[in-house]
């Protein structure tokens, strides 16, 4: 009895020491994924070793994912929506005529199927994770599915966990949201200097 406790006990020590060791190893990979970067805002998800950066300097924002750093200027965002289970709960798109065509030209069949499929209101109660989809500017990959918060299991959209995870990911959508209309803005600047 005593020999299968310490095996148990032997066990859990031995996995909780590889967690930590993986959770450094990860934060290494980010650090160095982050050099040279003036980092403003950062958000890291350890289940799915996906990270989500704001560099202000440079208005752009960043996804790591997988050890690979991806920047995405906040002209070439189309459009961004929050997301709770691959579900759109709100959407914000770039207003300009010319963001419209890129949207068009970019997603073609595939933008009519995700809108359709995030059109879709019911009540849930209950999520399993947030995050946002970007459209972006980008022929060989233009939509990009960022998860900020995956619980694992269902939480109660009542629960403090959920709360606090959809706030931070409500910030980050307004966020982007603000970087849209910059850009849209500065599309406008641009045709009444033409005009």
Do not use: C
């Amino acid at each position: 009895m005593w020999f299968i406790l310490f095996l148990i006990v032997i066990g859990i020590t031995f996995m909780v020491v590889d967690a930590l060791n993986k959770n450094k190893s990860n934060q290494s990979s980010l650090n160095n994924l982050l050099q040279g970067e003036r980092v403003t805002k950062i958000h890291r998800n350890n289940v799915t070793n996906t990270s989500l950066f704001y560099n202000e300097d440079n208005n752009e924002i960043g996804v790591i994912t997988d050890n690979r750093k991806n920047k995405i200027k906040h002209k070439d965002i189309l459009q961004v929506e929050l997301t709770e289970d691959e579900s759109s709960l709100t959407r914000t798109k770039r207003g300009s005529q010319a963001a419209g065509v890129a949207i068009g030209s970019l997603l073609g069949v595939a933008g009519a199927v995700i809108g359709g499929l995030s059109a879709k209101q019911e009540h849930i109660s209950k999520v399993r994770k947030i995050g946002l989809r970007l459209v972006v500017n980008d022929t060989s990959n233009p939509v990009r599915e960022v998860t900020l918060h995956n619980f694992g299991v269902l939480r109660d959209k009542d629960s403090e966990e959920y709360q606090t995870a959809y706030k931070e990911s409500y910030e980050w959508f307004k966020l982007i949201e603000v970087l849209i209309h910059q850009a849209d803005k500065e599309d406008e600047s641009q045709v009444s200097t033409v005009n």
